[in-house]
T-cell receptor, first 110, second 113 residues
Framework: GIQVEQSPPDLILQEGANSTLRCNFSDSVNNLQWFHQNPWGQLINLFY???GTKQNGRLSATTVATERYSLLYISSSQTTDSGVYFCAVERNSGAGKSTFGDGTTLTVKP | ETGVTQTPRHLVMGMTNKKSLKCEQH?????MYWYKQSAKKPLELMFV???????ENNSVPSRFSPECPNSSHLFLHLHTLQPEDSALYLC????????????FGPGTRLLVL
């Protein structure tokens, strides 16, 4: 099956710093999503981004489908950004299997 | 509060028990999802319903049986589970299937003894 690798596995930042999280996948995909799970377990869908670039406030994401990777940018990080960031890909529209990466655990220190 | 509720929040069951997890969304969404999150494993999408029809079934064992009686409710019926099925089960909904924003419930933490 398709492999999804996220890097780095762990990241510690000082509040205000910027960061880039990466998601590599081993085969062509039709869709890709980024999720954030906060320290209390709440999961939030951040971006649905099969290709191109999207921005939402301090967060932005870019997917280069032809090169099989996606990047999540967090600018001016805040302590509330702490948690685990997951990337998930889907191979075939309508009948596909969603595969998640292991996640990047982000800790933002005040 | 995301508008998606799940009950129970915690469940302990034996391998011979039958139980059901319930998810309810008050957002008027047409798609609902079941996810499984095990310790030390990536999130797994289990089932997707769109307009009350199952559109994805990702190789989930038959001891897990979903039911979507209407667009606001989603159930996961459990029977003869194994200890390795212990996990956090998350429900989510979105306006449409594959719509950008999914709203997640708080999850049901399940322990199978």
């Amino acid at each position: 099956g398709i492999q999804v690798e996220q890097s780095p596995p762990d990241l510690i930042l000082q509040e205000g710093a910027n960061s880039t999280l990466r998601c590599n996948f081993s085969d062509s995909v039709n869709n890709l999503q980024w999720f954030h799970q906060n320290p209390w377990g709440q999961l939030i869908n951040l971006f649905y981004i099969p290709s191109g670039t999207k921005q939402n406030g301090r967060l932005s994401a870019t997917t280069v489908a032809t090169e099989r990777y996606s990047l999540l940018y967090i600018s001016s990080s805040q302590t509330t950004d702490s948690g685990v960031y997951f990337c998930a890909v889907e191979r075939n529209s309508g009948a596909g299997k969603s595969t998640f990466g292991d996640g990047t655990t982000l800790t933002v220190k005040p | 509060e995301t508008g998606v509720t799940q009950t129970p929040r915690h469940l302990v069951m034996g391998m011979t028990n039958k139980k059901s997890l319930k998810c309810e969304q008050h957002l008027g969404h047409n798609a609902m999802y079941w996810y499984k999150q095990s310790a030390k494993k990536p999130l797994e999408l289990m089932f997707v319903y769109s307009l009350e029809e199952r559109v994805e079934n990702n190789s989930v064992p038959s001891r897990f049986s979903p039911e979507c009686p209407n667009s606001s409710h989603l159930f996961l019926h459990l029977h003869t589970l194994q200890p390795e099925d212990s996990a956090l089960y998350l429900c989510a909904s979105s306006q449409r299937y594959r719509e950008e924003t999914q709203y997640f419930g708080p999850g049901t933490r399940l322990l199978v003894l």
